[in-house]
C-alpha cells in the first residue's frame, strides 16, 4: 500500500450521502473505491453487489466477491483470505461505476453518467498503468472513455484476458466472477502473470511509481 495513505476504504473521502439520482432512494450505503492509490492496477465494476453493499467494499461479501479476492491473492495484489471483508490490497484499486445499489435493476444510462466523475477522479488520481474492465457493462462504459475504438465492438468474454491498448492506459477485460468459467479464470491468471513478466509501464514510458 502507498506509505503516506492512512485508509484503504473511500482513500480520497468521496461523499457518502451523495443524492445525486435516484438509487440513492433504495441503496443502503454509497460503496466508493478501496485499495492502494499507488496502485497500477485499477478493477472497474458496473455496481455493488449485495455482499458489497453490506461490508462497503467493492467486490467482496459474496461467491463472486471471494472468486475475485482468491484471484488477487494467486496474482499477489491481496494479502487476505478470499473471504475478508477488508482485504489487505498491495498495487489494486476496486471500484464500480456507480456507487449505490438498487434492489431491484440495474443502474441505467443516466445513473451512470452521473457517477461518473467519482470514477474519473479516481482514475486520475491514482493514475494506474492498467484498467481492468469486469463485466460487460464496465468494459463498454471504460472503453468508450479510454479507446477510441467504439463501444459496442467490445464483448467482455471474447475479450476476457486479453489486453487492448487505450489512451494512456492498456485495458484488461474480465468476465464478471459470477459468470466466470474455471478456465476462464485460469486464462485471466496466466494472461496477468504473462503481462506482469513485460514491461507493462511502457504504456506511459514510466519505470516506477
Do not use: W
Not at 459474496?62 to 472468486?67: K, S, T, V
Not at 491514482?126 to 465492438?153: C, K, M, S
Amino acid at each position: 500500500m502507498d506509505a503516506n495513505q492512512e485508509e484503504l476504504s473511500n482513500p480520497f473521502g468521496m461523499d457518502e450521502t451523495c443524492t445525486n439520482c435516484a438509487l440513492c432512494e433504495r441503496r443502503e450505503r454509497v460503496v466508493h473505491g478501496y485499495g492502494d492509490v499507488g496502485a497500477d492496477f485499477l478493477f472497474v465494476g458496473e455496481m455493488p453487489s449485495a455482499g458489497a453493499e453490506a461490508t462497503g467494499v467493492p467486490f467482496t461479501g459474496d461467491a463472486a466477491g471471494e472468486r475475485l479476492q482468491e484471484v488477487l491473492e494467486r496474482l499477489e495484489l491481496s494479502n487476505s483470505p478470499p473471504d475478508a471483508a477488508e482485504p489487505e490490497l498491495d498495487n489494486a484499486f476496486l471500484t464500480y461505476l456507480t456507487r449505490c445499489r438498487h434492489p431491484e435493476r440495474l443502474p441505467n444510462d443516466e445513473e451512470v453518467e452521473t457517477c461518473e466523475p467519482y470514477l474519473n477522479a479516481e482514475v486520475r488520481m491514482i493514475n494506474p498503468e492498467i484498467l481492468l474492465p469486469v463485466g460487460q457493462r464496465a468494459l463498454a462504459e471504460v472503453a468508450r472513455e479510454y479507446t477510441t475504438t467504439p463501444a459496442e465492438e467490445f464483448d467482455v468474454v471474447a475479450d476476457h484476458a486479453t489486453t487492448i491498448r487505450g489512451r494512456g492506459f492498456e485495458l484488461v477485460p474480465m468476465v464478471h466472477p459470477a459468470e466466470q468459467t474455471d478456465e476462464q479464470t485460469e486464462a485471466f491468471v496466466q494472461h496477468f502473470f504473462d503481462l506482469m513478466g513485460k514491461d507493462y509501464r511502457q504504456t506511459k514510458g514510466r519505470q516506477g511509481r
